[in-house]
Nanobody, 121 residues
Framework: QLQLVESGGGLVRPGGSLRLSCEAS????????IKWFRQAPGKEREGVSCISSNVGNTDYADSVKGRFSISRDIAKRTVYLQMNSLKPEDTGVYYCAAQYFGHCLGPYDYWGQGTQVTVSS
């Protein structure tokens, strides 16, 4: 059984911070690229940040560079997305997805259920 579970979403004011978690089960986490996506109401899902398999290279969408940071804790089988200086346009459902021996180019084999992030005053 391969499963990803997101957590850590919530309501935060503009300029605030949240840390999202993506906990993996049934995975050798380092063998998968893990990418965070988000989907705002009425918009298509977009990539946010990714950490590649094995070596753990990271990348970010231009819209979040300098504000978000992705990291991986192999022992905890968890990938984190630290989100700082949040903006209302960061609002959406955030999903993590896994790509076997991936390099953050897709396709993604497994998806979590999503966690809601709302940035509002």
């Amino acid at each position: 059984q391969l499963q990803l579970v997101e957590s850590g979403g919530g309501l935060v004011r503009p300029g605030g911070s949240l840390r999202l978690s993506c906990e993996a089960s049934g995975f050798t986490l380092e063998n998968y690229a893990i990418k965070w996506f988000r989907q705002a109401p009425g918009k298509e899902r977009e990539g946010v940040s990714c950490i590649s398999s094995n070596v753990g290279n990271t990348d970010y969408a231009d819209s979040v560079k300098g504000r978000f940071s992705i990291s991986r804790d192999i022992a905890k089988r968890t990938v984190y997305l630290q989100m700082n200086s949040l903006k209302p346009e960061d609002t959406g459902v955030y999903y993590c997805a896994a790509q076997y021996f991936g390099h953050c180019l897709g396709p993604y084999d497994y998806w979590g259920q999503g966690t809601q992030v709302t940035v509002s005053s």
